[in-house]
């Protein structure tokens, strides 16, 4: 299984990366790119974790709104 988000530019991929990690969520970007982040669960992820993954991205989804807001 294998998710990702694409972001405008590596900025904000890097804040979305720090933002999961600061959740416990661990997501990497691609080579030498962070406008994807890739979130790569395990197989066995079960319906719980799947919602704790989501939730964490909305969250960092919903820090990234107010930091742009903000600038």
Sequence with gaps: M???IEFVDNE???DFASE???QR???AGTLNNARTIRI???LTLTPEQCEQVLKA????LSALRVSVEEA
């Design 2 to 4: 294998l998710m990702a």
């Design 12 to 14: 904000i991929g890097y």
């Design 20 to 22: 999961m990690f600061r």
């Design 25 to 27: 969520v661990l997501v």
């Design 40 to 42: 790569e669960p395990p």
């Design 57 to 60: 991205a909305r969250l960092a």
